[in-house]
């Protein structure tokens, strides 16, 4: 997985890195082949804007943007919708390769 972490105009800390990359290596939970996260943080007027662009194979791109006041808290918006949207899409992949009822055997009671 490739994992690209940018700001302007706001200085990138080691701490807002090392929460960033915690939150990316917890998206892998949800067994989907991730191939490149691209997150981007910058200053707006007079909030923090936060986006999570995710590559997925066999999918389309998951995009999260969230903005706040506060650099933490916008992250934290971010990256708990990044975790919905990627449950949601584990649940849907899940259920889509389920079995058919066609599939099921019947099995004779005797």
């Known amino acids: ?13 080691q701490h807002l890195n ?8 917890n998206f892998k939970r949800y ?4 191939t ?4 981007m943080i910058t200053k707006e007027k007079n909030k ?5 662009d995710m590559h997925i194979a066999h999918a389309q791109p998951v995009v999260i943007s969230d903005s706040d006041e506060d650099v933490d ?3 934290d ?15 849907k992949m899940k259920d889509h390769q389920a079995t058919s009822l066609r599939e ?4 004779e009671a005797e």
Not at 1 to 13: D, F, G
Not at 36 to 39: D, G, R, S
């Open 1 to 13: 997985m490739n994992v690209q972490i940018r700001s302007k105009e706001i200085k990138l800390t």
């Open 77 to 91: 918006m971010a990256i708990e919708r990044a975790n919905k949207a990627l449950r949601r899409l584990h649940d």
């Open 18 to 25: 090392d929460h960033i990359g915690a939150a990316i290596e």
């Open 48 to 52: 923090v804007g936060v986006e999570f």
């Open 31 to 34: 067994h989907l082949d991730i």
């Open 73 to 75: 808290t916008a992250i």
């Open 36 to 39: 490149t996260v691209n997150v």
């Open 104 to 107: 099921i055997e019947v099995v």
